[in-house]
RNA sequence: GCUGGAAUCGUCUAGUGGCAAUGACAAGAGACUGUAAAUCUCUCGCCUUCGGGCUUCGUAGGUUCGAGUCCUACUUCCAGCA
């Protein structure tokens, strides 16, 4: 069982630690996206410099490119990426939501490869196999996102989620076991939350995937702020608090990062700030700037004062707003250590608010200031 | 000097009788939440009560119901010949 340390509550807020084979995650803590194994524009270096303790690949792009054969045989994602830290992989279920012309049924998922058309599945049972090839540390249940917002689409999402999840706690159990055999390092499942936006659905299958007694949980199919906080309220009040909780995919808006952390989760993935970062949208204390309006043309002060990141420290404004106008490369890595910095360092700063028992006040300052505008 | 060719939005460009005029770039702005995203969207002659109105394709005339498109002259540029 993944082991998990709970230094501090506040409420249903916690600090923690989370102890992994790769290392400990101090919690609640920003883990990276790095979807084909790379956080878009950074090194592992670059990451390891900003401060991110942990990384989280998805199997279904690994699945297609390199293959997950080929990670493990190069010993694993941690390895193969030299991230060498604790990494998450997301089952591959997020993609049944957001790619076209998938065929759900029952026994899984069947795409054409959005790369060379080749014909596909994804079940319960592969998904596992592909995350313990991978080698992370913390899996997802494979699980089924609905494309709609309708009850009914929901309920039935929630069903089938609950019955694979059945199906990946069974064959994890299998691959634990033969992987405790040949003494490989332990992998971990966590169990995913669907409901959408009906409370008691969400209670039902908090219920449910508690049950199943995983090593943590995932909180998914969340897409708005919009009664996120009620909703993980509900939920994890109902988890077991012992066990991590991931809620999967929020943490563009710094908001959901201080409602999350405030109502139960430990960590967060979001691949807004690097992907923003990408397009010149900036987070400041002040709330976003994007960098490439005419005003920052001239505006040498650094993006965000006090900010000790690399980009920060060392350039200023316009010189990254040139960098955008010209389409350098660089402008991409700044941005991306920037934005994924401001995130790795406010989740952190929520962990310190936290322990020291001055999270509202934190919240209330931080919030005020960010959103003014 | 002669003979050809060319002049269209900041730039390059489409356009051969019905056109406020094509595309790209540049410029201005917006979006982005378990990444088919170094992507996508909008604006880009002037004015607008969003119906439309006005002024445009080197300059000046002309033909025509109608001209960026045809004709004449001029100006500038390019090529060849002197």
Redesign the pocket.
Known sequence: MLKFDIEKRDGLARAGIIHTPHGEIYTPAFVG?A?RAT??ALTMQEMRDLGSQAI?A?TY?LILRPGTDLIKEAGGLAKFSSWHGPTFT??G???I????NVKISENGVKFKS?IDGANFEITPESSMQAQWAIGSDIH?AF?H?AKSESRQDMEKAMHRTHAWLDRCAAENEKLAAMAHKNNEPEQYLYA?V?GGIFNDLRAESAKYCASKNPDGF?I??????DGMAEMLQTVNSILPENKPRHL??????PI?LFDGAENGCDTF????P???A????LYTLDGRI?I????Y?HDFAPLMSGCDCECCKNYTRAYLHHLF?T?E?TA?ILASIHNEHFVVHTVDQIRESILDGTFKDYKAQFLSRYYSK
């Open positions: 996206a979807t956080v878009k989280l998805n792009h997301d089952s279920g997020f993609q939501f957001s790619l076209p959005h997802m699980d996102l995913v669907q995932g998914g199919g969340v897409f708005t702020a999967l995919g929020m943490g563009q808006e959901d993935d979001c691949v807004g690097t992907r923003m990408r397009n010149g949208s994007n490439k309006n005419s005003k043309k106008k389409d490369i991409k």
